[in-house]
């Protein structure tokens, strides 16, 4: 009996740790780019942007904030480090802004503490 509670506990521990309680649109899980948006190239004429974010406990969550926000028109790299609570994009301020950055990280149920 006690090893079935076991093997139930770590089952239930290995779904929670990878899906880190956030739920995922169906409609955005895919990548929706084309080859040729995914390998833009960042520019001189391009802006970066920083922002302090809370929610991140894994790698999934940072995977979950890059696929989100590189579906953005305009945005070029994105990275994201949940130790040290920062994400990273640079963007054509032409196609986007900060404040779309941080809507879409918002709207993926994490929350934007400030934009550097």
Do not use: R
Request: proline share 3%.
């Amino acid at each position: 009996m006690k090893s079935i509670f076991s093997i139930i506990t770590i089952i239930i521990l290995s779904v929670f740790i990878s899906s880190c309680g956030k739920k995922e649109d169906p409609k955005t899980t895919g990548e929706d780019k084309s080859a040729g948006e995914q390998n833009q190239q960042v520019t001189a004429s391009d802006k970066s942007v920083e922002l302090q974010c809370s929610g991140m406990t894994c790698t999934g969550c940072e995977n979950t904030i890059k696929s989100k926000v590189k579906k953005i028109d305009g945005v070029k790299e994105v990275n994201a480090d949940f130790k040290s609570n920062v994400v990273k994009a640079s963007y054509d301020p032409g196609k986007t802004n900060p404040d779309a950055i941080k809507e879409v990280i918002t709207s993926a149920g994490y929350k934007v503490e400030s934009v550097k």
